[in-house]
């Protein structure tokens, strides 16, 4: 016996996706295959409107409306309730996309990509680094003789700009490069994805290898927040502040060898990615994308499984494994030389190269061998330097620029965090 009451109740239940207990019977629903022939069948294909966000107060409304049954006041208040929530998480979500342009035509060596800081905003090139926390820029602080060719951030040109008090940051990278100085908080936007008040570090001090690059004009630290230098209180990278307001907690690097590729934030673009994302568990600990690698190959060589723990690095340029793996790798090519002289790996540019293949759990990813002739020693040299170094006197492996390069790469900010891996 089918009573109005249950009939709302099967609705309600239908409504929020639960199977109800009475089976619904409303009517029959027309099937076929929606082209219209006299077959008697058809079917149409449910889509989603776009910016629908569902409401399952309304659907019982509907509901009672249909059947003539008075709306008690709570189911009105509710319908309005949802519908305020949902008008409220649609306008906080957003999503991203921005470009990573090589410094350098001629060969990766870093990658930059616009960012807007303050009112009225200030655009500046920043490089996108996974392996550190620290967003800091060229500033109106930083001495002119320091100073070549960078645009600066200018914080008393910006209205909302706010100083952070007592703050002070200095970091040291893995080449030595390095720069130190305070700390304002002001609206920061990349690829469309604004963070209002966001700490930018502005440099008061930078090495000499960041004054020479005239084309970076700071960086944005990617890593976990708890490498941030900021003293006495760490701050948050540009990720985690906008985490909360993406559709999706994640940002994917797509770079490319001589070419322009893109940061995306808060979603994964299919079309960017061939076959399946492999996705792996990420070492937070310190603060790194650190992930397990399952092993290598050398050119059409035999696989060697192996655990190869490393950081993806987009701040870094090559890639530096253990010395079994690069010795292996460059035993294979006519006059590679450990060059002192150089300062890594060397080969005559005639030379051919065997691409590089890195196990990611049970897939893997092929480095391509003309990512591996980085470039020549200077221009016109016969001596080329290759693109995978030894780590043994870094103490940690980088999955730099030469690998990455070659993969669509997700960095998953979710609980726990995930790094994924998929062909391109
Ligand atoms: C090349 N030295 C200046 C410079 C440009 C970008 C960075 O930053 C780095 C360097 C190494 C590792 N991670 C980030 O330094």
Redesign the pocket.
Known sequence: MVTLANLVLATALAAVGLASVIPPKIGTTALGNGHGTSSGRASLKQVRRPGYRFNGARDIYKTYLKYGVPVPDYLKNAVANIDALNAAALSKRENGSAAAIPIDPRFDI?YVTPVTIGTPPQTLYL?F?T??SDLWVFSSHTPESQVRGQRIYSPEKSSTAKLLAGHTWSIL???G?GSLGNVYTDNFTVGGVTVTSQAVQTAQQVSY??TS?SE?HG?VGLGFSTLNTVFPNGQLTFFDNAKSTLDSPVFTADLKWKKEGTYDFGFIDETKYTGEITYLPVQTDPGYWTFTSSGYAVGDGAFHPASIVGIA?T??SLTYLPAEVVTSYWGQVDGAVDSDYYGGYVFPCSSKLPSFTFGVGPANITIPASYINYAQITEGSPVCFGGLQSSSWLGVNIWGDVALKAAFVVFNGANPPTIGWAKK
Request: avoid cysteine; hydrophobic fraction near 25%; glycine fraction near 18%.
């Open positions: 870093a490089d680094d392996g550190s990278y893995g080449d490069s290898s960041f690059q970076i960086l690095d701040g870094t």
